[in-house]
């Protein structure tokens, strides 16, 4: 993309810089440490720009058919279209593609993304199931074959198929957003946390949340009382919704760690007496509830 002073309502000019047939399809491509990464058919290459020339660097073979990247540093986390998903580290000294951990699950995959908590990384996905599911590599758990195999921590059903993921820094104490001024540096790094947004094939916008520990246990108290404390809409039940939809016979328990943030605002629209009650039940007060919510809606609003 070059300026130029001719276009005088947008200011810019694109023009090629590179343009070359490859042998497949050119399904997704990613920039990760000053390189191209691009995923072809069932491979990953790994690309430098030199002298107007596209030179690979590295490349892996993987398994049916890639279709989703995402990158963080020197991470790729890519989703294959039946097979799952598969994190890959980047050497750029050695210029080697190395696979670290991979789910062995089949899934139909429609999109990736990271999820930044602070000092810790998960892996967010989308099904065709319209499940938003999360990974996390701990190499020290049992279940993770010694690290080849990344954990499912937490699963929710949203109604309807994501294809899109932007993530975005949260809004901070001081009202800027996360990493645009000098006093989100001064945060401690277990409070940097990042908004995960998604749209929905159908038209819909959501987003996704990391929660400190203490607020996320207290709200999941208040969020299981309110499954039987309120009337829904048409007598459904809310938790049944919004457990994950497995096909066929799924020899796997449902992982119901994310909370439904429109389930807890119906918390607002009690009596103050069953407020009270309500909070009593489970051992804080509505002030400290009011206040956990305020925390998250503000979190979010960096529009």
């Not at 998960?122 to 279940?143: A, H, K, M, R, T």
């Not at 921590?153 to 949203?158: C, E, L, P, V």
């Amino acid at each position: 993309v070059v300026s130029t002073q001719s276009t005088v309502s947008s200011g810019i000019n694109a023009e090629y810089g590179y343009d070359k047939e490859q042998k497949g399809p050119v399904t997704e491509v990613a920039c990760i440490l000053g390189h191209i990464i691009s995923a072809i058919g069932q491979k990953l290459y790994v690309w430098s720009f030199i002298h107007n020339d596209l030179v690979g660097v590295a490349f892996i073979d993987t398994q049916i058919y890639i279709h989703s990247i995402s990158v963080v540093k020197n991470f790729v986390l890519y989703a294959d279209i039946t097979k799952s998903i598969s994190l890959l580290n980047f050497d750029r000294e050695c210029k080697t593609l190395s696979v670290i951990s991979r789910d062995f699950e089949p899934m139909e995959v429609y999109r990736t993304a990271f999820v930044v908590d602070g000092t810790n990384l998960g892996f967010l996905v989308s099904d065709s199931n319209c499940n938003l599911v999360i990974y996390i590599y701990q190499p020290e758990s049992v279940d993770s074959q010694g690290g080849m195999k990344l954990i499912r921590k937490s699963d929710i059903n949203i109604g309807a198929h994501v294809n899109a993921f932007v993530r975005t820094g949260t809004r901070i104490h001081d009202g800027s957003i996360l990493g645009t001024t000098p006093a989100s540096s001064l945060l401690h790094p277990s409070e940097k946390r990042h908004v995960t947004w998604f749209g929905t094939l159908d038209g819909a916008i959501g987003s996704f949340l990391p929660l400190a520990e203490k607020r996320y246990r207290r709200l999941f108290m208040l969020h299981n009382k309110l499954v039987t404390a309120v009337a829904h809409v048409g007598g459904l039940n809310p938790k049944k919704f919004r457990t994950a939809k497995m096909p066929g016979r799924w020899l796997m328990n449902p992982h119901r760690n994310i909370l439904d943030y429109q389930l807890l605002t119906n918390f607002l629209g009690l009596s103050h007496t069953e407020r009270r009650e309500l909070a009593k039940q489970i051992g804080t007060t509505p002030s400290q509830i009011i206040e956990d919510l305020i925390v998250i809606q503000k979190a979010m609003m960096i529009f």
